[in-house]
């Protein structure tokens, strides 16, 4: 067991771990190298203050939102029966299919004075221009309705589970206590769930801090709209670099709330009786309201927008459908299908070095990568772009010395840049996905392996990659759909007239070219399907 915990694997952890690190950490020293710069003295003076009144305002309300849907709809499809609650169980989980920025485009033109709603209410009633007040969806609440409509399903997933796995025996000596159906919800089911709501809402409020296509469409200035701003239009890494640390501040400080404010208070389950209870029947006035209250985030959140954008694709049409489609699609699929590949390897063998090494350092390790994740995408593109621009410059240098021609920038003048900041991204992803699956292996079959000679590279080979087979593939997929959602760091990386769906998608509809951005973001949602597709399959198995 001794060279067990020697394995080669735990320096490939190291090595990627401190490459994870290493955007975080280059953000965070040029906010002290640099110093202060004049555009950073002028954007505190101006949007500072506004960028962080914003953020504040849309973590509130979608962390609010996210909650009163997610909870509410979980505690109707886990505890209670009535009709089309099959349906609601799996379909629920759809529209995080739907990216935010699609949504806010599909929206847009749904909601705007030439569109259909406002036309048929001027038919309908003869009304004129001035006559009547239509809310404007283009605002700070609008964006928090859009990331609402596509982020609840975290806290409906985490929330759903909860119920199902707390919810049979103390629900049943608290109604032996005399407790009504309501009074239980509050003082037993909730206080249980709450760790798995708390994590929903985090997940939620990480995701809204990380958009940039919402929150730029609708004119709504935020840290990630500011980063952006700073690198591109003001031309100063350094402002940039100090907008994404107090966006990162923002994230940190959201991870540490929930664990802070439950200080000592633990919420376990205590009782032994784990089987979800028989939904209760809901008569008929209360049965069409659950109805009600499970379809509209469903409708509102994904068969309307998708309507829509199925709608605008086969009516309008897209100019550019034809070659250019198919250009965009092979870059996005060329991207997401390198990074799933590449990010799903180093995923197997950061997890598989973790259990031969046993050691809490290679578990650590694991731990730093997965934090990832919760760094925005704008970010990681500044912490990326940064530190390997600079070595760019140097390999470029040295060359030209060598060879005598100057290159270019090789890895920024690429997509290898790219990849390195999707894999700095969403690896975490691909490891949960992993170490998940491969915790449920026996390490008695390790042991079986070592007996009849097998070293470490042939055990995995030969005994655990056939049993991951299904937990790699969703790995992938699940990587391969994030990037190609993936809208800031695309932007701000992408290669020279190197566009992808995701940023064709923006640019048409920033263009107010809605319907000839209708296919590309038809293909988004098409795509972020297919993962849904086997969770829902899994959601509408909990309860049996």
Same mark, same amino acid.
């Given at each position: ?13 190291? %090595? ?20 202060? &710069? ?25 962390? $609010?939102?996210?909650? +009163? ?26 529209? #995080? ?70 919810? &049979? ?35 939620? #409020?990480?995701?809204? %801090? ?29 402002? !940039?670099?100090?907008?994404? !640390? ?30 979800? +209870? ?10 069409? %309201? ?35 489609? $198919?250009?965009? &699609? ?15 390897? $180093?995923?197997? @063998? ?66 290898? !840049? ?12 691909? @490891? ?32 655990? !990659? ?65 993962? #849904? ?12």
């Amino acid at each position: 067991m001794r060279a067990a915990n020697h394995s080669p694997l735990l320096a490939v952890a190291v %090595l990627v771990a401190l490459l994870a690190a290493l955007p975080v950490a280059s953000v965070g020293l040029n906010i002290f190298v640099g110093g202060t &710069s004049a555009t950073w003295s002028h954007l505190a003076q101006t949007v500072l203050p506004e960028y962080i009144v914003n953020s504040l305002l849309l973590c509130l309300g979608v962390g $609010l939102g996210v909650a +009163l849907v997610g909870v509410t709809t979980a505690w109707l499809t886990a505890m209670h029966d009535f009709p089309g609650r099959r349906i609601f169980e799996w379909a629920l989980v759809l529209p #995080l299919a739907m990216p935010a920025y699609v949504m806010a485009y599909v929206y847009t033109d749904f909601l705007q004075f030439v569109g259909p709603v406002q036309s048929a209410l001027r038919e309908t009633f003869g009304w004129q221009h001035g006559d009547y007040w239509f809310p404007d969806i283009r605002t700070l609440p609008g964006a928090i309705l859009m990331f609402v409509c596509v982020l609840y399903p975290y806290v409906y997933l985490l929330a759903r589970a909860a119920f199902l796995e707390r919810a &049979s025996g103390m629900l049943e000596a608290a109604r032996t206590l005399g407790m009504g159906p309501w009074r239980a919800f509050f003082a037993v089911s909730l206080p249980l769930s709450r760790p798995a709501i708390a994590a929903g809402i985090a997940l939620a #409020l990480m995701e809204t %801090l990380a958009d940039y296509g919402t929150v730029a469409y609708f004119a709504v200035n935020t840290f990630t709209t500011g980063i952006y701003r700073a690198w591109f239009s003001l031309g100063d890494r350094v402002a !940039a670099a100090q907008l994404a !640390a107090m966006l990162l501040s923002f994230v940190l400080f959201l991870l540490m709330v929930e664990r802070i404010s439950r200080g000592r208070a633990r919420y376990h389950n205590t009782t032994g009786r784990n089987r979800p +209870l028989a939904g209760a029947r809901l008569g008929r006035p209360a049965a069409t %309201l659950a109805v009600v209250v499970c379809a509209m985030p469903l409708v509102l959140g994904f068969v309307l927008p998708a309507a829509l954008l199925l709608k605008m694709a086969l009516t309008e049409g897209d100019a550019q459908f034809g070659a250019r489609f $198919l250009t965009l &699609s092979r870059n996005s699929f060329l991207l997401a299908g390198i990074t799933a590949g590449i990010g799903v390897l $180093l995923a197997l @063998l950061m997890a598989y070095g973790a259990r031969l090494s046993k050691s809490t350092l290679a578990s650590g390790l694991n731990r730093l990568v997965g934090l990832g994740y919760a760094v925005p995408g704008a970010v990681i593109a500044v912490g990326v772009l940064i530190p390997v621009t600079r070595f760019d410059t140097w390999l470029a240098g040295q060359w030209e010395q060598w060879f005598g021609s100057n290159p270019g920038l090789l890895l920024t003048g690429g997509i290898a !840049a790219l990849i390195y900041a999707y894999l700095v991204r969403f690896l975490a992803v691909a @490891l949960h996905t992993v170490e998940s699956s491969l915790a449920k292996i026996t390490p008695n079959m390790d042991d079986a392996a070592r007996c009849l000679g097998l070293g470490q590279g042939e055990t995995l080979r030969r005994v655990h !990659a056939p049993m991951l087979r299904g937990s790699l593939f969703t790995a992938g997929l699940l990587v391969f759909v994030d990037v190609m959602k993936e809208l800031p760091a695309t932007l701000v990386m992408r290669p020279f007239n190197f566009d992808t769906l995701a940023t064709q998608t923006y640019t048409l509809a920033s263009d107010e070219r809605l319907a000839e951005a209708s296919t590309a973001s038809l293909a988004i949602v098409v795509v972020g399907l297919l993962p #849904l597709i086997a969770l829902s399959r899994q959601v509408s198995r909990a309860r049996k």
